[in-house]
DNA sequence: AATATATTCAACCATTTGGTTGAATGTACA
DNA sequence: TGTACATTCAACCAAATGGTTGAATATATT
């Protein structure tokens, strides 16, 4: 339905280059809040933090199972927000093409 | 080149409603500073500082006519957002037929 | 039972953010 | 020239943000 607060939580979710480094881990898979932590500087729990940013825009879901917390990524608010770009584009129609052709280069490299 | 700081800029400015709205006015076109505030319930600086973060982010660009400031839209750093989104969707490939699919109705409905 | 591990909660802190008001700057106009 | 208008600059403020450390909770292991 993209309602603003929800296009509010993912875009603030992204404007975050160490959420950002979070996303594209767990892109390629799932994770432990521990393992994802790891190659950062900065204390386990300021990545605990950042995670609960990403849950609350719902573009990571967490699955426990005993003490582990097995982090995924949901990419679905990505959608919301991508349907807000193309509603405010207007005179953009010309930049429309590029970005539907690096749709479609991108999912012929990476089937 | 996609910057992490580009699309830094590019998220926290679009991580905002008011800047969002603001970006949304100048979709249909020019338009000064004082114009795009009126239907703000904030300050005329108010708005005049969102758009310094439009600006600093370049989504907005500024002509100066005498003591009139016109902005315009400029949707390029979007472009740039919409590659990091491409780039980090991997298992997202189901969706990624959503958006195309949105982004062709959306060509289709307005020419 | 005792200890180690995984994670969050809570309190705290510095910086940034988004807003305010009042003054300054520059341009238009009578 | 004087005055109105368009905009920014500067100082200030409250709340949010991103980080820290230390304690709490829950599960696993010995």
Redesign the pocket.
């Known amino acids: 339905m993209a309602t603003p607060q929800t296009l509010d939580r993912t875009l ?1 979710a992204l ?2 280059p ?1 959420r950002r480094a979070i996303l594209q881990r767990l892109s390629s898979g799932e994770a ?4 994802i932590a790891q190659p950062f ?6 990545v ?6 990403l849950e609350r825009a719902k573009l990571v879901r ?1 699955r426990k ?6 982090l995924s990524y949901r990419p679905e608010p990505l959608t919301t927000a991508a349907e807000w770009i193309v509603s405010t584009r207007s005179f953009w129609a010309s930049r429309l093409d590029a970005l539907e052709e690096l749709l479609r280069e991108e999912d012929a490299t990476k089937p």
């Open positions: 603030t404007a975050d160490t432990r809040v521990t393992e500087s900065m204390s386990l729990n300021a605990s933090k950042h995670i609960l940013v967490r199972v005993g003490r582990d917390h097995f």
